[in-house]
């Protein structure tokens, strides 16, 4: 069964950047059925879609952050990583990964949608 | 920029039924958006359940089914139980492969 797990710093200081992983187990990364993706949500806050790779490293960010992020893939190591730059208080969240899957099969389209997510990781950005 | 709009809070009673919507700022929602749910409970990661408007995912119950009505996606809770008690969020493709979160939905059954 495919499990996601979200590492990284949880404190990170105003205008630095923010950097977290996801590592993909029970599966790979590699697929071409599927997208890897970031989400975040504010305390008490709702959701918010950060961006999404493809294993060969293509990507698609949030016109709102897209200045500022990064999504990259590492297929040796069956992770995916975020990069958060010129971070605010603003920043602070529990910052998600999941699958998106992106396939046709038997008449159904599998696309659009995250179906597996981590269990997600609380990053606060203070000095 | 376009906004995905759901209702703030619902209301519903044990055994009832319950329908939350995820509209646009500007525009209807058709099957082409591929609208999807997710339930939240407090600390927890979100749970997919309905994916291209009307597809459960795996093991969701039968009482929540997906549906476009009128210019929005629907999602209704038919026979609601206390753990359904939950924060619900919708999500939009907008086209060149990006996504958008609707502010989300939060149920009480009492």
């Known amino acids: 069964q495919l499990q996601l797990q979200e590492s990284g710093p949880g404190l990170v200081k105003p205008s630095e950047t923010l950097s977290l992983t996801c590592t993909v187990s029970?599966?790979?990364?590699?697929?071409?059925?599927?997208?890897w993706d970031w989400i975040r949500q504010p305390p008490g806050k709702g959701l918010e879609w950060i961006g999404s790779v493809y294993y060969d490293g293509s990507t698609y960010y949030n016109p709102s952050l897209n200045s500022r992020v990064t999504i990259s893939v590492d297929t040796s190591k069956n992770q995916f990583s975020l990069r958060l730059s010129s971070v605010t208080a603003a920043d602070t969240a529990v910052y998600y990964c999941a699958r998106q899957p992106n396939y046709y099969d038997s008449g159904t389209y599998y696309y659009y949608y995250m179906d597996v997510w981590g269990k997600g990781t609380t990053v606060t950005v203070s000095s | 920029q376009t906004v995905v709009t759901q209702e703030p809070s619902f209301s519903v009673s044990p055994g009832g039924t319950v329908t939350l919507t995820c509209g646009l700022s500007?525009?209807?929602?058709?099957?082409?958006?591929?609208p999807s749910w997710y339930q939240q409970t407090p600390g927890q990661a979100p749970r997919t359940l309905i994916y291209?408007?009307?597809t459960r995912s795996s093991g969701v119950p039968d009482r929540f089914s997906g549906s476009i009505l009128g210019n929005k996606a629907a999602l209704t809770i038919t026979g609601a139980q206390a753990d359904d008690d939950s924060d619900y969020y919708c999500?939009?493709?907008?086209?060149?492969?990006?996504?958008?979160f609707g502010g989300g939905t939060k149920v009480t059954v009492l």
């Open positions: 029970g599966g790979s990364i590699s697929s071409s059925s599927y997208y």
């Open positions: 291209s408007t009307n």
């Open positions: 999500v939009l493709y907008m086209g060149s492969g990006i996504l958008v």
């Open positions: 500007s525009g209807s929602v058709s099957t082409s958006y591929y």
